[in-house]
């Protein structure tokens, strides 16, 4: 499952140089060329990072993003600013927004993607590529395996994405609703109980070794993966 990156840019051979940088280094891009097709991109593909450029047709990436920072679904998705403004009354404003990275053009595409890099491990689970342990319970996202103190754990791919996002954002509780949008995506039309089926499916699997308890039920609001 690779890293999904949304890139906002008006400028059509930018945002296609962006985006070859990107999958040659194991990225998924998704590109927008303006102000809302970003905003529709971004609440139908759940993007890990956002690349975004300051002047958009339609409204500015300034506004852009005090729009991500304000909406609970994407409050926490990191934002990297790209653009042609170098002054630092610029960067200020940028940052205060709510950009958590400032790449002044033109930039090298070593840069770009060291920037990423860097602004991804600064993100509790945005760094999808890496190993996950949890109290013996191990994800690899490369291999796609899952093994409980050394015991290979089989799941189905459902199962599998379901499990890896709950091991990248533990301790905070999901709706159902919630889990439709972030593992299933918001352009699938799947019914509410289907989580619950999925859910059950998991903790079949991951059972073994006790790890099914990792994953708590919180009447009348979801779901929660807490190992304390």
Known sequence: MATRILVVEDERPIREMLTFVLVQHGFESIEAEDFNTGLDKLAEYSPTLVLLDWMLPGGSGIQFARKIKQDEFSKDIPIIMLTARGEESDKVRGLEAGADDYITKPFSPKEL??????????????????????????????????TAYQDDLSLGPTEFKLLQFFMTHPERVYSREQLLDFVW?????????????????LRKAIAPHGHDALIQTVRGSGYRFSAK
């Open 185 to 201: 995506g918001t352009n699938v039309y799947v019914e509410d109980r289907t989580v619950d089926v999925h859910i059950r499916r």
């Open 113 to 146: 993607i060291a920037r990423i890099k860097a602004v991804l491990r600064r993100v509790p689970g945005a760094h999808l590529e890496e190993e996950i342990i949890i109290n013996g319970l191990r994800l690899d996202p490369v291999s796609h395996r899952v």
